[in-house]
């Protein structure tokens, strides 16, 4: 028997002698064999023992003595606790495993069991390393002989290291951002609840700022996801950088953060904390070997102004940071009941118009683009009103950007194409003489990569083509255009599309953008036409951009004449074509038509 077991069968030897003492004749031979068989038992009964403990190499299992002390020590307590067995053997219980401050407890619940037999219960516990660290076990206990002047007790531990790793990192998923080890939405909540409570309770404030990263996706989609997943990581670094420690920092989705500055008050340090986030983007980021800058819209709510729980606070700041976007790349925005107000005005909007899709409140009006010269009418413009079954109608420039920011705006463009096709094609078979129907596209509609397949389809199920519809696009969307965008537009050019620039020189207003672009024709935004009697500048900018479209064979219409001085201007520059309320205001489909029948000219007399 190995030195570990020394103990244990010192222990069953004197159990042995007990018995015998216990036998008053040892002379009387059936007494004998009975001690005979009584020894068997106890040496057999030792055997099963040891060999029930060996069968466990992977639970730790130690045997104490009435003192503590250790009789039993095996290869799996060895492989938890660090001690091999000559190191433990005859040392104390709370000595070896048993940390300080649970060794006075450990020693009264083994007395308790030893003199009054109140067991120890099975419980988890941590118990010390010979490295000193502690170690996670379940231990249940086992007292043999405990109503002789000789208990053993005996451990059983089982080492709970794995599933209390996996524990913590199950609890870590669900609490923090895998990726930036940051909190996640459910544990940034909880943080910023406890945050406001103190705050509270201080007579504090607290700014909460929601940081979203611009084009984020793209940079996914150029670079990679690795690549993407690199920024982020070197955005938390830097985050951690400008943050104290009581500040918070959460990842809530993919390219969003928030940043929780509890204990300040707005007037003194607002601009400084939004500052000092906008500094973490200054610098570039090194991605795929290269530094790129990036920028991000901030939206900013506050404790106590903007709400008094973690979920309104970081819904208000959604809030602004959603209409920071709306002013383009690194735009702030603070959140105020105005903007709450507004954003629930547009949501009721929204869901109103697509119902008004369904209900047939949309309707087509049709205004004339006359000629400069003669006043008669050439082409028409398609535009889009709204007139609700109840209520005033809408105007165009509050239902259309709303339309643009969701896909709802592929369901009216497809509407509105599909309605000027019908029109277009009716007026042909009556025999109305006109040319074309221009149709405005958004950048959003160019996005969409059946767009130019829609179009043809479309014209083709009406027997239409290039002198039948026009399009209208802003400089803004031919600039951001991708180059499968500006392809498509050239397959139109080359086939005879009219392809118009509108609202010339609200955009970037670069006239050496104009021999890259497939198009035809460019239409003057009314603010120059307006202006441009009384404004030196406006008048020039519009003489220039005439003059240039000219030279570059392109058609020229003046939008927005109201009054004769403006287009007795226009004509002495040579514009080609005049739009505006002078002549025509937009009308309907069946007013079009009167107008249409007699060629009309304008409403006001036409002399040179």
């Known amino acids: 028997?190995?030195?570990r077991d020394t103990g244990l069968r010192h222990w069953l030897a004197r159990r042995w002698q007990q018995v015998r003492a216990r036998r008053p004749d040892a002379r009387d031979d059936s007494i004998g064999d009975d001690v005979e068989v009584v020894r068997r038992r106890y040496l057999d009964s030792e055997q099963r023992f040891?060999?029930?403990?060996?069968?466990?190499?992977?639970v730790a299992v130690q045997g104490y003595d009435r003192d503590r002390r250790v009789i039993y020590w095996n290869e799996a307590s060895t492989r938890l606790y660090g001690y091999t067995s000559e190191e433990a053997q005859g040392r104390l219980l709370e000595e070896?495993?048993?940390?300080g401050p649970m060794r006075e407890p450990v020693i009264q619940a083994h007395r308790a069991w030893v003199e009054e037999g109140i067991e120890i219960p099975?419980?988890?516990l941590e118990l010390r390393h010979k490295s000193g660290e502690l170690v996670p076990v379940f231990s249940h206990h086992v007292m043999l002989g405990e109503h002789t002047d000789d208990p053993l007790m005996f451990c059983v531990d089982v080492d709970l290291s794995d599933q209390k790793r996996a524990h913590r990192e199950l609890d870590f998923a669900t609490r923090f951002d895998s990726l930036t080890c940051l909190p996640n939405r459910q544990t940034f909540e909880e943080q910023l609840n406890e945050a406001i409570a103190d705050c509270r309770r201080h007579g504090d404030g607290l700014v909460l700022i929601y940081l979203d990263i611009d084009h984020f996706v793209?940079?996914?989609?150029?670079?990679?996801?690795?690549q993407g997943d690199r920024l982020l990581v070197e955005l938390t670094r830097r985050l951690h950088q400008v943050t104290r420690?009581?500040?918070?920092?959460?990842?809530?989705?993919?390219?969003?953060?928030?940043?929780?500055?509890p204990g300040f008050q707005r007037e003194d340090v607002l601009p400084k904390l939004v500052h000092k986030v906008q500094e973490v983007l200054?610098?570039?980021?090194l991605m795929d070997g290269s530094r790129r800058q990036v920028t991000a819209c901030l939206g900013v709510s506050l404790y106590p102004d903007n709400g008094d729980t973690a979920r309104e606070l970081i819904r208000n700041a959604d809030v602004a940071k959603n209409r920071a976007k709306l002013d383009g790349r690194g735009s702030v925005w603070f959140f105020d009941q105005q903007l709450h107000d507004e954003l629930v005005y547009q949501h009721r909007l929204f869901d109103r118009l697509a119902h008004a899709l369904d209900n047939g409140e949309l309707s087509l009006h049709y205004q004339p683009q006359v000629s400069a010269v003669s006043g008669r009418i050439e082409n028409l413009e398609a535009l889009l009103r709204w007139q609700p079954a109840e209520g005033p109608p809408i105007s165009p420039a509050e239902f259309i950007p709303l339309a643009e920011r969701s896909d709802l705006i592929h369901r009216l463009g497809d509407w509105v194409l599909e309605t000027a096709c019908r029109q277009r094609a009716l007026w042909r078979d009556a025999g109305l003489a006109m040319e074309r129907i221009d149709i405005n596209f958004s950048g959003r509609q160019m996005s969409r990569p059946d767009v130019f397949q829609r179009f043809e389809d479309c014209l083709a199920r009406h027997g239409l083509g290039p002198r039948d519809i026009g399009l209208e696009l802003t400089e803004n969307v031919l600039i951001e255009a991708d180059d499968w965008i500006l392809e498509g537009l050239r397959r139109l050019h080359h086939r005879g599309f009219r392809i118009a620039i509108d609202d010339f020189g609200t955009g970037y207003s670069s006239l050496s953008y104009l021999k890259h672009f497939p198009v035809t024709a460019l239409k003057i935004d009314r603010t120059f036409v307006r202006d441009a009697p009384d404004q030196p500048e406006d008048r020039a900018i519009m003489e220039a951009a005439i003059f240039i479209g000219h030279r570059l064979g392109l058609e020229v219409v003046a939008e927005g004449v109201e009054n004769r001085e403006q287009l007795m201007l226009i004509r002495e520059m040579c514009c080609d074509l005049v739009q505006g309320f002078y002549f025509f205001r937009p009308m309907p489909a069946r007013e079009m038509e009167r107008a249409l029948g007699g060629r009309m000219t304008g409403d006001q007399e036409f002399s040179g």
Not at 50 to 58: F, G, I, M, T
Not at 218 to 226: H, P, Q, R, T
Request: proline share 6%.
């Open 282 to 285: 200054r610098s570039p980021f």
């Open 218 to 226: 793209s940079i996914n989609d150029a670079l990679g996801y690795e």
């Open 50 to 58: 040891r060999a029930l403990l060996e069968s466990l190499p992977k």
């Open 245 to 261: 420690v009581s500040d918070i920092v959460s990842r809530l989705s993919s390219d969003e953060f928030v940043i929780a500055f």
């Open 96 to 99: 070896l495993i048993i940390p």
């Open 1 to 3: 028997m190995s030195g």
């Open 122 to 124: 099975a419980d988890e």
